[in-house]
């Protein structure tokens, strides 16, 4: 599983012109699966982005998490994250979860987020999306675990 996170001023999503979901100050995710993960990494992914002191205190230490600040995230599936770009020019998607099961990842990745105590707002699954955001620092920061014992 891997989750690209981006700490925002504001995100929004669009599909079919218009805006799905969006958020002011928050966190941008976008979230893939790969074919061999598991249902177990999920909650794990989730607390590591909770805990994840990516913001700033007062001193401009990123010593801040969403856990202290109270702020939303927009989660977004981005099956391409699992692109093989080893051979060639054409990006291979081979290794990404199949669709059925990658939605269901998806939601209870999201889930998970809920229960952190996390508001989360969303994409539309496998739709064309335009993202707006507006990366805040900009601090991007890609999450990946293989298991849940990695």
């Not at 976008?30 to 982005?49: C, G, N, R, W």
């Not at 909770?50 to 001193?59: P, S, V």
């Not at 669709?99 to 209870?108: N, R, S, V």
């Not at 998970?112 to 507006?134: D, N, Y």
Request: net charge neutral; aromatic share 6%.
């Amino acid at each position: 599983m891997k989750v690209v996170v981006q700490t925002v001023s504001h995100a929004a999503c669009e599909v079919n012109h218009q805006v799905v979901a969006s958020i002011q100050r928050g966190l941008l995710l976008y979230v893939s699966f790969h074919h061999k993960d598991t249902e177990d990494i999920l909650p794990i992914m989730a607390h590591k982005i909770k805990h994840l002191r990516i913001f700033e205190d007062t001193h401009g230490k990123m010593n801040l998490a969403l856990k202290d600040l109270t702020l939303p995230v927009l989660s977004i599936s981005q099956f391409t994250l699992e692109a093989s770009t080893k051979k060639g020019h054409r990006p291979s998607f081979t290794d990404a979860l199949e669709p059925g099961k990658a939605e269901i990842f998806y939601h209870q990745f999201n889930q998970c987020l809920k229960h952190q105590g996390i508001e989360v707002h969303t994409g539309h699954f496998q739709a064309h999306m335009q993202i707006h955001s507006i990366n805040d620092g900009p601090v991007t920061v890609l999450l990946e675990r293989k298991n849940a014992d990695d």
